[in-house]
């Protein structure tokens, strides 16, 4: 279960088929090898696309992961989501002139730090935390929901990490059990950073919106918290609406000078 051994969660025949791996039209040979093996690194079925539509392709599934000649998209009844910069093309800009990024400074990330992104989503924070570390740091992003995961994990491995941004390895699990398995094995990294969903809808990242039919809305708990500082050394970066009654004993206090006020750390727990 450590990052060392990390890999994807492949299907067990046992539960509906969350998604199903497919290609545009009329594909090329390149585009049904890779649908194949998508397909298999994640244990999802792969349906062969042939002139028929992605509604007929996906099936019973929620959602079919198109691969394209412009990348893989996930399509769904309610709409389609790929991997994109999103915000952090403009928090990309201001760091790379010398500008300050709030995840940069609460987690005092620096070239050559390991950083564990427990809730990657669609990996804007993790694309930040990829140029700030260099390439000679490492990114692991764990995603709870399997959609996303795959989306991300395509998306990293693409065009659009900058050149010079550390590698961003990506795992599809809850990152409570990851967590806990690293503690377990004295696995550390330098930053765990916990932005889990906002209660509030209207208070998350505007770009982000589409994704939210896919997300976990696990809630930010005093445990995970805990979690989280026994395999950081340095920092737990934390987003939240608001600050909780329990931070403080936590260890987690507000970082001051960000327009949002949504962004706390506490110290890592690791000698
Ligand atoms: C607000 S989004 C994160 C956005 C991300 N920081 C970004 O910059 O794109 C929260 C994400 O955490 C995921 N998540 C929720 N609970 C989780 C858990 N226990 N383990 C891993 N991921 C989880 C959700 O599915 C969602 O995609």
């Known amino acids: 279960m450590t990052l060392a ?20 039209k009329s594909p090329s040979y390149a585009l049904r090898a890779e649908a194949h093996r998508l397909g298999a690194r994640w244990g999802l ?4 696309r042939h002139r028929g539509s992605v509604a007929a392709a996906r099936g019973s599934a929620a959602t079919a992961l198109v691969c394209t000649s412009e990348g893989l998209v ?4 309610r709409g389609r989501l790929s991997f994109h910069q999103g915000t952090a093309a403009k928090r990309l800009r201001t760091v790379r002139h010398g500008g300050t990024d709030p995840l940069v400074r609460a987690g005092e990330l620096r070239p050559g730090d390991r950083v564990l992104d427990a809730t990657l989503g669609l990996g804007r924070d993790a694309l930040v935390a990829a140029w700030a570390v260099g390439a000679g740091g490492q990114v692991f992003g764990i995603e709870a929901d399997l959609v996303l995961a795959v989306l991300a994990d395509a998306g990293f491995a693409g065009p659009v990490p900058r050149p010079g941004s550390a590698p961003v390895r990506v795992r599809h699990g809850d990152s409570r059990q990851v967590l806990t398995a690293m503690a377990a094995a004295g696995e550390h990294v330098d930053v765990v950073l916990l932005d889990p969903m906002f209660t509030d809808p209207r208070a998350s990242d505007h770009g982000f919106a589409l994704a939210r039919e896919h997300t976990v809305p696990t809630p930010l708990t005093p445990t995970w918290i805990e979690l989280a500082r026994a395999v950081a050394r ?15 004993d936590a260890g987690l206090e507000r970082l001051e000078g960000t327009r949002s006020g949504r962004w706390f750390r506490a110290p890592g727990g690791v000698s």
């Open 5 to 24: 051994g990390a890999a994807p969660r492949t299907g067990d025949g046992t539960r509906p088929v969350p998604a199903v791996v497919t290609t545009s």
């Open 74 to 77: 996930a399509e769904s009844a």
């Open 234 to 248: 340095r920092r737990v970066v934390v987003t939240a609406e608001r600050a909780r009654p329990w931070f403080a």
């Open 45 to 48: 079925p792969v349906v062969e």
